[in-house]
């Protein structure tokens, strides 16, 4: 199979619409060798992870691209970025690195994308539609557009994202089509009650343990049998997707291309069955901890970012509380979500509490954190399986209730009555 | 003793290097430290090997879409793998390669084998990958 390039595409290749679309058409052309596909097609919408400051060769690269003077040519959102624009200060963010993950925002923005700066943009105005073909970054965002919406986007890496979005361009492969989207993974949720999948702490958990099955390949769950929340499936998708890059989940009788579990599986056979249990759950949750005994440091909320119904959650828990003094309280999100929940009266609660909000970025992808800080306390499944290796910390994973009860504490209190055998 | 593995080039180049080798994906992104080249992944069984300037052996990437910034970044400073094997088509892989060619004029080999002959590769043999994806590995010579 070799690749057949459209007129556009070749003129593009042939620097007709300028160096940086050249430069972008030659690396997704060679992508598309890579993968195998015949030809490109057109994405309607992009979401770049690349914006993210790692270091000098990612600053190089968007550098690069801007002074070439790329553009985007399709709506085109940025994840989180290597700085909270505005706040770091109040951190410890080294200024030296400020100022280069500040260069890397500008020169996103100067190629037209817009500034949503956010791991959950499927949560803004700029959410895509069920079908629509789109070039995403970002592991969270791309198994929640596949999987809760039914968007078709393949797992681009950072540095490719933004070639879609500036060439319109993609290879014709993968989870962009039809036939790829079949579910390759049976996966039965067998004695799991009701009471366990209606409380959030369940999806992070499962999400943990569908991406160590699944291991890349398209699953099918059976078996759930409550309705879960957008948020439920937003955390059950960024764990999956960080434990075993899963990109699409479809949970029978919950998301859109999962009606049935026939249509989930496109007719065919899975390749593999596995049965879910509660034991297999516990042994799941178990190895979100890291961290042994009850010393605390920091509890962080908000990966994938904070929604405002998250914030509406969180905020009564609260109030008339203060946490130990021991113990920082942080919540990561966009600023569009911080100003949607200040509006709505939910941010003064936890700053009350004594709890901060950082926006643009997260605790794993900006050097904001002291070195003291040892031991973090998250719901967060994504956030529990980074911190180790990206912070050198370690971690405890809770429900979002034994997060702010330990808060006040000032030591890991964790209900175990859900998990007890 | 040497052997000859037929492979697919993703991204062809040349390189020879001792072998490290697991059978389980890793994430780049908080697995492997760019400045350093070592994997840091604290759940992966290569944690705290150090990969620069190996001939890195792993079935796929994993997880994080940054994974590719990280490989272009350790690319960069001297620090990347001297080529890697993997089973799956690797995008990430590839495509940080690809770039570090575009950017730097450097890229590393990138080649992707059959199952059953990763299955027979091992930590420290001698792994020579040639520009068609051919992998020489010599397993009497342990370095």
């Known amino acids: 199979m070799s690749l057949m390039l459209s007129a556009d595409d070749h003129a593009q290749l042939d620097g007709g619409r300028g160096p940086a679309a050249q430069m972008a058409m030659r690396i997704i052309a060679r992508m598309a060798e890579v993968c195998g596909a015949d030809s490109l097609m057109d994405i309607t919408g992009a979401h770049i992870d690349s914006a993210l400051f790692q270091g000098d060769a990612t600053l190089e690269f968007a550098e690069r691209l801007a002074g070439l003077g790329a553009r985007v040519i399709v709506p085109t959102t940025l994840n989180v970025s290597g700085v909270d624009e505005h706040g770091w200060r109040e951190w410890a963010t080294p200024p030296e690195w400020a100022a280069k993950a500040l260069r890397q925002m500008a020169a996103y923005q100067s190629m037209g994308a817009v500034p949503t700066w956010t791991c959950a943009p499927y949560q803004t105005e700029w959410r895509p539609k069920f079908g629509q073909q789109i070039a995403w970054g970002e592991s969270n965002a791309i198994c929640f557009a596949n999987s809760v919406i039914g968007a078709r986007t393949e797992r681009y890496p950072d540095l490719m994202d933004i070639c879609a979005a500036i060439t319109g361009r993609v290879p014709a492969t993968g989870l962009h089509l039809t036939e790829n989207r079949a579910g390759q993974v049976q996966m039965r949720l067998v004695d799991v009650p009701r009471r366990a999948q209606e409380v959030d702490e369940f999806y992070p958990v499962l999400g943990h343990l569908i991406g160590k099955i699944a291991q890349g390949r398209v699953s099918v769950i059976e078996g759930v049998i409550v309705a879960p929340s957008e948020d439920q499936l937003k955390a059950l998708c960024a764990a999956a997707a960080a434990s075993g890059a899963a990109a699409l989940i479809h949970i029978v009788g919950v998301t859109p291309e999962a009606l049935t579990a026939e249509s989930a599986f496109q007719k065919r056979a899975p390749q593999q069955t596995v049965v879910i249990t509660m034991d297999s759950l516990r042994a799941a949750r178990g190895e979100l901890t890291t961290a042994v005994g009850d010393k605390l440091d920091m509890i962080v909320l908000g990966s994938p970012h904070f929604s405002l119904a998250e914030f509406k959650k969180l905020a009564p828990m609260l109030e008339g509380k203060r946490r130990h003094p021991d113990v920082q309280f942080l919540v990561t999100t966009s600023r569009l979500m911080a100003d949607l929940a200040d509006q709505a009266g939910r941010l003064a609660p936890l700053k009350q509490f004594g709890g901060k909000v950082t926006v643009d970025t997260c605790i794993l992808t900006t050097p904001m954190l002291r070195p003291e800080i040892k031991t973090l306390m998250t719901n967060s499944a994504k956030y529990a399986y980074y911190s180790p290796g990206l912070l050198n910390a370690q971690v405890v994973f809770g429900s979002l209730e034994d997060c702010v009860r330990s808060a006040v504490a000032g030591r890991v209190v964790k209900d175990e009555s859900l998990w007890r055998e | ?143």
């Open chain 2, 1 to 143: 003793m040497a052997r000859v593995i037929k492979g697919r080039a993703l991204v062809g180049g040349e390189a020879e290097a001792e072998s490290l080798v697991a059978d389980e994906p890793l994430s780049f992104w908080g697995g492997y430290d760019q400045r350093t080249g070592e994997i840091i992944d604290r759940r992966h069984p290569l944690s705290g090997q150090i990969a620069a300037a190996r001939a890195l052996a792993l079935p796929a990437s994993r997880g994080s879409s940054t994974t590719t910034a990280v490989l272009l970044e350790a690319v960069r400073s001297g620090k990347a793998p001297a080529a890697i094997v993997t089973v799956a088509v690797d995008y990430f892989f590839s495509l940080a390669s690809i770039v570090a060619g575009e950017m730097y004029g450097k890229s590393i080999p990138i080649v992707a084998i059959a199952p059953e002959d990763f299955a027979t590769l091992r930590t420290g043999q001698r792994i020579q990958v040639c520009r068609d994806g051919a992998l020489i590995v010599r397993t009497g010579d342990v370095v």
